[in-house]
């Protein structure tokens, strides 16, 4: 009773915010998800990105997209570059991770700070050093010197990442592993990684999205092949095409998708313990209020 009676006064309390907190929260999702709405309508509009509302509704947009070969040759361009900038990032991020949660060293605080700066710096000042680099070494500008651009950038964001989740591991399952027996490179790939499976896989999409997302990097270390964000620009500034729509409209697609897909890993991971934990905090309210 006397959580019923609390939970009654807090909504009498403030009965006139709620329709104000509702109206502003309506504005805000219109204002990030609207525009959205209108590039998803245009991509199947005849009449291009003109003449609204759209009366004639057709796919002949996206017929042009499948058989724009400069455009999925720029799409290729951006999966391979991503997928190698995950593999990149994760393998030297983890090992920076590690050495800031297990080791201990001379400069480690300094260490830490220095893994956060890409994510400080502006995108700008880090491709023309990485640019300056590569000139310096000699290294042609290539999907190679992006890969490398990508890849060097993003550590970072997987090492932050695979540090929060290696402070929430229980280390005394590593200990228990190494008290039976097991090395401690057998403990770390049978115990750590798989416990660091979340984070691995979070860390990954962020790169991967990231990494499809970035301009100001690529645009200093591209060499005669183009990344789809180089291509939609390059052809924005010819005018709005409703091909450019149609591409974002898959893009945002497949955006979706891989969220529903984390979301998916991430609940089997937790199987059925929020449920079970929701339902054991109801069952003592009402054996309280009894």
């Not at 006397?2 to 939970?7: F, N």
């Amino acid at each position: 009773m006397v959580v019923q009676m609390t939970g009654a006064n807090k909504s009498a309390k403030f009965p006139s915010r709620a329709p104000i907190l509702t109206s502003v929260a309506i504005l805000i999702f219109a204002f990030i998800y609207l525009p959205i709405v209108v590039l998803i309508v245009y991509s199947f509009n005849r009449d291009g990105v003109g003449g609204f509302p759209p009366q004639h509704l057709t796919l002949d947009w996206y017929r042009q997209l499948f058989a724009d070969g400069a455009i999925w040759d720029a799409v290729l361009n951006s999966v391979i570059v991503a997928a190698a900038s995950v593999a990149l990032a994760l393998t030297l991020g983890l090992l920076a991770a590690l050495a800031l949660n297990r080791a201990d060293f001379p400069g480690k605080a300094l260490f830490r700070r220095l893994v956060l700066l890409p994510l400080i710096l502006p995108g700008i000042i880090t491709g023309l050093s990485l640019l300056m680099f590569a000139v310096f070494v000699h290294l042609p500008l290539s999907l190679g010197t992006v890969f490398l651009g990508h890849g060097t950038a993003l550590i970072s964001v997987a090492t932050t990442e695979l540090f929060a989740g290696l402070q929430k591991i229980d280390r005394a399952q590593e200990e228990a592993s190494l008290d039976l027996g097991a090395t401690p490179w057998q403990t770390f790939w049978r115990v750590t990684l798989p416990n660091l499976k979340l984070s691995l896989i979070a860390a990954g999409l962020l790169i991967f999205t990231l990494s499809m997302d970035e301009i100001a990097v690529t645009f200093f270390l591209i060499g005669r092949d183009n990344t789809l964000p180089l291509e939609i620009w390059g052809r924005l500034r010819r005018g709005i095409t409703p091909e450019i729509n149609a591409i974002s409209t898959l893009i945002f697609a497949l955006s979706v998708a891989l969220i529903v897909i984390w979301y998916r890993i991430r609940t089997r991971s937790l199987g059925a313990k929020p449920q079970d934990l929701l339902e054991q905090a109801a069952a003592q309210q009402q054996e309280q209020a009894a």
